[in-house]
Every structure is written in C-alpha cells, then in structure tokens.
C-alpha cells in the first residue's frame, strides 16, 4: 500500500498552490540575490564600458571662427552653420569625463558648381578618417539642404580635452558649410 493511501490521499504541501508559490518565491529571492552579487562584484555590468554619449559640436562654435563665415539656414541645427573654403580647418573642442572609444559623423551642406570637396578629418592631430562631400543641390537652393556623413573612426580617447579638425581639400571654390559634428563616445571598462 502506498503512503497517500495510508493517510487518507493526503497531497505533499509542495503540490498544493500555497507550497508551490512558496518554492516559486524561494527561486525568485535566489536568483535575485544571485544577480545582485554578480552585478556588485563587477562580473555583471558592474565595470562594463558605460552607456553611448553623443555630443553633438556645432559648427559655429568652432574655435577661431570670424563671424563672416557664420551663415544663417533655416534647415540647420540651431539656424547656422559655418562656411569653410578648401585649404581651410575648422576645428570643433570637446571633452570626455572618461576613457571612450568615440565615432564621429559631420552634416553639412555643399550647394556645389564643380569639382567636389574631399574633407579630411583629425582628432588631437592624428588622422581619423575622411569623406569626400556630395552636391546637396544647385543654383544656391543647396545651402539650405544638408546630409550626414557616414562614420568616421573609432579612435580611442583618454579622458580630457579633445578636439576634432575637419580640413576641406579641392573642390570648386566656393566650400562647404559645416553645420555641426556628431560625437558619438561609448565609455572603456575600467
């Protein structure tokens, strides 16, 4: 004869609902805990590398920039941008509260009657990378319409202050005008 059938049917407290949402607590509270621990221990994100901080620079807050070469557009982030002819270098600071491995992008416009510009990019002096610049329109509409280059790096920073050179090679002469650079820096483990 079984046990059950010796104390009446009587079910273990573990299959009833009260036992089974007590062991289900018990787990809960277990793996919470084991969570907690992993995490402040650094095993689990503790000393990650820390969340994406994008910075956006914008173009007429560029070191050095005389106040002819800020140009009014409607279309722009914060209404202007900055004229920049070839052989020339705008240079945008920046700073980081932390080791990061950063990406930058540039929007600009580039209302274009000829060859176009080739935009070289240095952050703290070292080459980064480079684009070469699209027409984004004629007969001076182009201005006013801007596009976004793709990713330039990454480059490894230590915390401080930075700054990132754009410089305009070639083109037809009549430049092109940076309206900001996008600083896109994801923290280093520690």
Not at 55 to 66: T, Y
Not at 79 to 92: D, I, K, N, P, Y
Not at 118 to 147: I, K, L, M, P, Y
């Amino acid at each position: 004869m079984s046990a059950a059938a010796d104390d009446g049917g009587a079910k273990s407290f573990w299959r009833t609902l009260p036992g089974i949402l007590t062991g289900l607590a018990g787990l809960v509270g277990a793996v919470g805990s084991l969570l907690v621990g992993l995490y402040a221990t650094g095993i689990l994100g503790g000393n990650g590398p820390s969340p994406s901080k994008v910075e956006r620079l914008e173009g007429e807050g560029a070191v050095g920039v005389s106040a002819d070469r800020v140009m009014a557009r409607s279309e722009a982030s914060g209404a202007r941008t900055v004229l920049v002819f070839g052989g020339e270098s705008l240079s945008l600071a920046f700073s980081l509260d932390n080791a990061a491995s950063c990406v930058f992008a540039v929007r600009y416009s580039n209302d274009n009657f000829g060859d176009l510009e080739q935009v070289a990019v240095a952050v703290d002096g070292s080459a980064t990378g480079g684009f070469d610049s699209r027409d984004t329109g004629g007969e001076g509409q182009g201005w006013n319409t801007f596009e976004m280059t793709d990713r330039i790096g990454p480059i490894d920073l230590l915390a401080g202050p930075h700054h990132v050179e754009l410089t305009v090679v070639g083109g037809d002469g009549r430049g092109l005008e940076v309206d900001y650079v996008e600083a896109d820096c994801a923290g280093k483990a520690g």
